[in-house]
């Protein structure tokens, strides 16, 4: 487990560094509601991520619809806006275009219509997909994949949890201490993803935010004690267990957000959280995989790792302790 320190340094300064703003896990959010026969209100919601003018115009396309309200097609949309649309079919099979002045930075995209009558129906989408097209129905089938695609993707770009898991790997140290740590991590997000998505308990988002930035420089911390020989005793490398449990709850009320933001299909919200759920797991377990597979390629194919694995070690530690800092300082201030 050594190896994986040194192998993790890699992966926290190219995901550490490059998206150190903090987690952006929130979609693109398109909603279409239908206001009468034929006639719908196209209203969208953008995460702060993107610069000022390069965000992506967001289009209605059927062949029977037009702009009823002066705007202009094709410039970009702003942060928050609405548009009005009139179709000649007055339930008409449309698609929306998401077009990015330059490219995507990787955003994923919900799209959400909400017809005169009946459930409203949504659609999930990958960065690299800017054309959806809405669908009539939405069957048990269709909702389990996209909720469980939601849960993969959600989590392997969401920089923060990402960070907290590779913390949880170096404390474990051996790979049954790994499976029980991780195992107790799951448990308890579980719980906290659930209660918070049914309404039964919530927390305001910017906290949660703040105290998982918070959580993490906390175990950056002890790891670096431990390096230095001062916390061979405590808690966290005694039970880590427990600890990625306690921590764990918090981090099920940051899913919790995404997933609200997503909503819930009315006649299935069971499935679709249990799904989301399952895309997480699958998500944090690959994650896992691949740090463990790049050990393996790390000990046997590159010598230099091997030499100067505590070199590493180090600059992986405080790499991870820097990007939760400032998290946690930018998140401060916006809670304050």
């Known amino acids: 487990m050594r190896f994986i320190i040194a192998v993790i340094t890699l992966l926290t300064v190219s995901i550490g560094m490059t998206t150190v703003v903090a987690d952006e896990a929130r979609p693109v959010y398109v ?26 115009a967001v289009e209605l396309r059927h062949p029977s619809c037009g702009l009823s309200d002066g705007s202009v097609a094709g410039r970009p949309a702003g942060l928050v806006g609405k548009k009005r649309y009139s179709c000649t079919e007055p339930n008409p099979t449309f698609s929306i275009e998401l077009i990015y002045p330059r490219s995507n930075p990787a955003l994923t995209s919900l799209i959400v219509y909400k017809p005169l009558s009946g459930d409203p ?52 140290g051996t790979f049954k ?31 949660v935010e703040l105290l998982i930035a918070l959580s993490i420089l906390l ?21 880590p267990i427990s600890v990625s449990a306690v921590f764990g709850l918090l981090h099920g009320f940051g899913f919790a957000v995404v997933l609200q933001e997503l909503g819930l299909p009315a006649s299935m919200k069971v499935q679709a959280l249990l799904f989301f759920n399952i895309g997480v797991e699958l998500g944090q377990l690959a994650f896992i995989a691949a ?28 790499a991870v302790g820097i990007c939760s800092a400032y998290w946690l300082l930018e998140r401060t201030a916006v809670v304050l």
């Open 121 to 172: 129906l949504q659609v999930f989408s990958g960065p690299e997909k800017t054309l959806v097209e809405l669908p009539l129905a939405s069957s048990s089938a269709a909702v389990a994949k996209q909720y469980t695609v939601a849960g993969i993707e959600h989590i392997l770009i969401g920089t923060d949890h990402l960070l907290f898991v590779l913390c949880l790997m170096m404390i474990a």
């Open 31 to 56: 909603e279409v509601a239908q206001q009468a026969s034929g006639e719908f209100l196209l209203k969208w919601k953008i995460p702060p991520v993107m610069p000022y003018g390069q965000e992506p």
């Open 219 to 239: 175990l950056a911390v002890e790891i670096v004690k431990h390096r230095r020989g001062g916390s061979a005793e405590s808690f966290t490398w005694r039970y």
């Open 291 to 318: 740090v463990l597979a790049l050990v393996l390629v790390a000990t046997r194919l590159v010598p230099f790792v091997n030499r100067h694995q505590i070199r590493f070690a180090d600059i992986a530690v405080y």
């Open 177 to 207: 201490r790994l499976v029980l740590t991780v195992t107790g991590f799951t448990v308890a997000h579980s719980i906290t993803l659930s209660l918070a998505t049914l309404d039964i308990f919530r927390l305001p988002t910017e906290l």
